[in-house]
């Protein structure tokens, strides 16, 4: 299929922007969070920025809000550049956010948080507070009690207050952090129309989101950032499907030269029959040691559903899992640390370590069996255990002392592969294991899960492409809670096709 | 009992009360804010040993009393750097500033134990003192309860009705709603322990320039605590600290009295009396606020949890 390309000129449209990012740079330690990014905000226009978890969006709209400074680069209001010191400084400048956990203070009333901040006066008037709150809801179409309490209204009435405070400050740019996440579908659409609404009356909306159908419904221009950079910026009427946004987000280009050779292939180690419930359609497929196999799609299709129940937190509603021969439930009543099951769980900082124990206690999180003498623990053979993973796997700082928090990404989650791969497992399942990790880091990453196939099948969750076709042998596309495509990587045709398959076209 | 009797009692019941209702507000005020401070007491005895030896040095009852609310500000204010400059647990810290705070009041009041000072004298208000009953009880008191009179309203009218109070209290429920909305929170935070802390500190200096017009060690006498349990007790609303701060200077008084009368009960029971009372009624909040289940709690929902910088 001969790639076309979406290329629009904004910055030729003849109105002045409403904000400008130049050439914004943000990194973090190592990592390139933002890559010299340029983009138009426009009055009376709604903007959709897409990307994966991970690719820049919240940094990128950090830096927007005034919560800190970008490194390189500048931002331009109404064509004049600026430099905020704070959140207040953003916001006078009339750029408003609304953030994905919503920042209300459930104790107190519509009017109240709406107000927060912009009293205008010293002594307050309840009653008249009700009354401005009251009206602005009605000339937005935000219907809303303005006297009702956050804590006892719905995650939509909540994000209507979100909108609400940003309408009062007269903010002339409303950015939206994943608005539908937390919204029923009939809220979500409600909230559309009110977008389209404050966006007829000239406010410039931009809309962040991974979901490729309401952006497509919604926006007016798309931008796509990958890796922190802007990968490909469109009119939304110039896009044809959404596969081609799929292929966009995701990416494909080969940035390392791993060196891939063929494992033998042993008995199966993991059975999914049928599976469904819980988000997830009828998924089906096996794995065996020596393989790796990635599961991708954009997030949010079942991938977390499925690893929940391959991990054993959540039990399968309907049809068959079998992991290491042994039926799911029997599995997971004993199951041994050792030479069995090891999960890299994406939310390395949160859910794989404590940011407060050192390194030699966040090992024994999951390997403490096989250091328990009875009742006591060995710490001083768990420390060595400890020291070794440091050096072999190049974690740095390379003390064992050292707490979870003080490690960057990178090394904190070679720390994690070395702690899961210590544990000798059969099936390893992998959910995002490079996200926002550096050149290095990811690398070294790949390197470990390409080895760990001579001893173990991998089940790799990815929302990056180039990973899954650089590591894997087989490719499972999910989208909706079901399996869309299953097919070896070598299966150029396919291959080719894993953009509309992500987006739920089937031709 | 007499009539007379009764009066009497609850007359000394209303100056019992007003060094607890301003240690309350007080520290209702940091609560607020979303910062615990357990060292009520020893801001409290320093604040009374400050009023003492200002008011002691120059014969200025207001002075004195200026001066222990200070003394109570800034010794909040090193809570307050403690917890939020350098992140220390709030309940440590608290501790700590009790300790502290008894400790050099005992140390520095040694020379002047038994000493008076000249403090606040009883004024009887014209008209209202001539009402009967009422007037007595509540009308013929020194200035400083009739100062207790205004704070709750003072502290309501702040909370609830001042854009300085409702950002004060969004700090405390969630600082990041506060920062998002362009407040500074640590500086709220900072303005409501130490404002308390002035608070906690008039309810000390009471103790030495009002209640026993001289100074001796232990004055504060684990009023601080009692102030720490009325706040829950009051659900953090101002003016149930007025009903908790009555009640506990009523049984004060009245195990006072009971001990001057020369019954037999020990006078160690009846100096338990006030903290059995602590119990009761945190007991009593505690299963009233599990009966009431209504989903949403009275405490501030920051309460102890200390604003960790970003990154």
């Keep these: 299929m001969p790639e076309r390309q979406y290329r629009t000129d904004i910055s030729a449209v003849d109105v002045l922007p409403q904000v400008r990012l130049v050439d914004v740079t943000k990194?973090?330690?190592?990592?390139?969070?933002?890559?010299?990014?340029?983009?138009?905000?426009?009055?009376?226009?709604?903007?959709?920025l897409l990307g994966e978890n991970g690719a820049g969006k919240s940094t990128l709209m950090a830096m927007l809000a005034g919560r800190f400074p970008p490194d390189g680069g500048h931002i331009e209001v109404e064509g004049r550049r600026v430099d905020f010191a704070s959140p207040r400084e953003a916001i006078a400048a009339g750029i408003g956010m609304v953030y994905q956990h919503f920042m209300l203070v459930e104790n107190m009333t519509v009017a109240e948080?709406?107000?927060?901040?912009?009293?205008?006066?010293?002594?307050?008037?309840?009653?008249?507070?009700?009354?401005?709150?009251?009206?602005?809801?009605?000339?937005?179409?935000?219907?809303?009690?303005?006297?009702?309490?956050?804590?006892?209204?719905?995650m939509g009435e909540r994000q209507r207050v979100e909108i609400l405070k940003l309408l009062y400050r007269e903010s002339r740019v409303l950015i939206f952090d994943e608005p539908t996440?937390?919204?029923?579908?009939?809220?979500?659409?409600?909230?559309?129309?009110?977008?389209?609404t404050m966006s007829g009356q000239g406010k410039a909306i931009v809309f962040i989101s991974h979901k490729l159908e309401e952006v497509l419904s919604l926006a007016d221009e798309i931008a796509i950032l990958r890796?922190?950079?802007?990968?490909?910026?469109?009119?939304?009427?110039?896009?044809?499907?959404?596969?081609?946004?799929?292929?966009?987000?995701?990416?494909?280009?080969?940035?390392?030269?791993?060196?891939?050779?063929?494992?033998?292939?042993?008995?199966?180690?993991?059975?999914?029959?049928?599976?469904?419930?819980?988000?997830?359609?009828?998924?089906?497929?096996?794995?065996?040691?020596?393989?790796?196999?990635a599961i991708v799609g954009v997030a949010g299709n079942g991938q977390q559903q499925l690893v929940e129940v391959v991990c054993g937190l959540s039990r399968p509603e309907s049809g068959e899992v079998d992991i290491l021969g042994q039926h799911w439930a029997k599995f997971f009543q004993n199951r041994d640390w050792k030479g069995a099951l090891a999960w890299i769980p994406e939310d390395r900082a949160g859910l794989a370590t404590c940011r407060g124990l050192n390194l030699t206690d966040n090992l024994l999180l999951?390997?403490?069996?096989?250091?328990?003498?009875?009742?006591?623990?060995?710490?001083?053979?768990?420390?060595?255990?400890?020291?070794?993973?440091?050096?072999?796997?190049?974690?740095?700082?390379?003390?064992?002392?050292?707490?979870?928090?003080?490690?960057?990404?990178?090394n904190l989650q070679k720390f994690v592969l070395g702690r899961e791969l210590y544990r000798e497992p059969r099936l390893m399942v992998a959910e995002q294991p490079t996200q926002g990790l550096d050149v290095s880091a990811t690398e070294a990453v790949w390197q470990r899960l390409l080895e760990a196939r001579k001893t173990a099948g991998v089940?790799?969750?990815?929302?990056?492409?180039?990973?899954?076709?650089?590591?894997?042998?087989?490719?499972?596309?999910?989208?909706?809670?079901?399996?869309?495509?299953?097919?070896?990587?070598?299966?150029?045709?396919?291959?080719?096709?894993i953009g509309s398959l992500m987006a739920g076209l089937k031709d | 009992m007499s009539p007379e009797l009764i009066v009497a009692l609850l007359a000394a019941a209303v100056q019992a009360a007003a060094p607890i209702l301003f240690a309350t507000?007080?520290?209702?005020?940091?609560?607020?804010?979303?910062?615990?401070?357990?060292?009520?007491?020893?801001?409290?005895?320093?604040?009374?040993?400050?009023?003492?030896?200002?008011?002691?040095?120059?014969?200025?009852?207001?002075?004195?009393?200026?001066?222990?609310?200070?003394?109570?500000?800034?010794?909040?204010?090193?809570?307050?750097?403690?917890?939020?400059?350098?992140?220390?647990?709030?309940?440590?810290?608290?501790?700590?500033?009790?300790?502290f705070g008894v400790g050099l009041s005992n140390f520095l009041g040694t020379p002047y134990v038994g000493q008076g000072t000249n403090g606040f004298h009883q004024v009887a208000l014209p008209l209202l003192s001539d009402i009967p009953v009422l007037g007595a009880i509540f009308f013929r008191q020194d200035s400083m309860v009739y100062l207790a009179y205004f704070a709750p309203v003072a502290v309501w009218f702040f909370l609830s009705r001042t854009s300085l109070g409702l950002g004060l209290r969004a700090t405390g429920e969630m600082p990041a709603a506060a920062a998002a909305a362009g407040l500074n929170p640590q500086h709220l935070r900072a303005l409501g322990v130490m404002s308390g802390g002035f608070l906690c500190g008039l309810g000390g200096a009471y103790l030495s320039l009002a209640h026993t017009h001289l100074w001796t060690t232990g004055l504060s006498g684990g009023r601080g605590w009692v102030a720490v349990a009325l706040v829950i007790f009051a659900f953090w609303r101002p003016g149930r600290a007025v009903i908790g701060a009555f009640l506990f200077g009523g049984v004060m008084?009245?195990?006072?009295?009971?001990?001057?009368?020369?019954?037999?009960?020990?006078?160690?029971?009846?100096?338990?009396?006030?903290?059995?009372?602590?119990?009761?009624?945190?007991?009593?909040?505690?299963?009233?606020?599990?009966?009431?289940?209504?989903?949403?709690?009275?405490?501030?929902?920051?309460?102890?949890?200390?604003?960790?910088?970003?990154?």
Aim: charged residues 20%; glycine residues 12%; contains cysteine.
């Design chain 1, 27 to 48: 990194r973090f330690g190592q990592v390139l969070a933002n890559d010299g990014i340029s983009l138009s905000i426009m009055p009376g226009r709604i903007k959709a």
């Design chain 1, 113 to 154: 948080n709406v107000l927060l901040g912009q009293e205008g006066g010293f002594v307050l008037h309840p009653a008249a507070m009700r009354r401005q709150v009251g009206e602005l809801a009605e000339r937005f179409g935000l219907g809303i009690d303005p006297g009702a309490r956050v804590g006892d209204l719905s």
């Design chain 1, 181 to 196: 996440a937390v919204l029923t579908p009939v809220e979500a659409e409600s909230l559309f129309a009110a977008l389209r």
């Design chain 1, 227 to 293: 890796k922190g950079r802007i990968e490909g910026e469109f009119l939304a009427s110039d896009v044809a499907s959404p596969a081609y946004l799929a292929r966009r987000m995701v990416g494909r280009d080969v940035v390392l030269d791993i060196e891939r050779s063929a494992v033998d292939q042993g008995r199966q180690v993991l059975d999914v029959r049928h599976l469904s419930g819980a988000g997830l359609d009828d998924v089906s497929f096996g794995l065996k040691r020596g393989e790796i196999l």
């Design chain 1, 366 to 410: 999951t390997t403490r069996q096989g250091f328990a003498q009875g009742q006591w623990l060995e710490r001083s053979r768990a420390r060595g255990a400890a020291t070794d993973i440091v050096r072999e796997h190049n974690v740095q700082p390379g003390n064992i002392e050292a707490q979870a928090w003080q490690l960057s990404g990178g």
């Design chain 1, 459 to 497: 089940l790799l969750v990815t929302g990056d492409l180039t990973e899954a076709l650089t590591l894997a042998d087989r490719v499972a596309v999910m989208f909706r809670g079901r399996v869309m495509g299953l097919f070896p990587v070598t299966d150029a045709a396919q291959v080719e096709r």
């Design chain 2, 25 to 99: 507000l007080g520290e209702m005020l940091s609560e607020k804010a979303g910062v615990l401070n357990l060292g009520v007491e020893g801001v409290m005895a320093i604040a009374a040993f400050a009023a003492f030896i200002t008011c002691h040095a120059t014969g200025s009852a207001v002075l004195g009393l200026l001066a222990g609310g200070f003394a109570g500000a800034l010794l909040c204010g090193l809570h307050s750097l403690v917890c939020q400059v350098f992140l220390g647990n709030q309940v440590v810290s608290g501790l700590a500033l009790t300790i």
């Design chain 2, 253 to 311: 008084a009245f195990q006072l009295r009971l001990q001057a009368s020369g019954t037999n009960v020990p006078s160690s029971l009846l100096l338990m009396l006030p903290y059995a009372l602590t119990v009761i009624v945190l007991v009593f909040s505690a299963a009233r606020a599990k009966y009431l289940k209504t989903g949403r709690s009275a405490a501030p929902a920051a309460l102890g949890v200390n604003i960790e910088p970003e990154g």
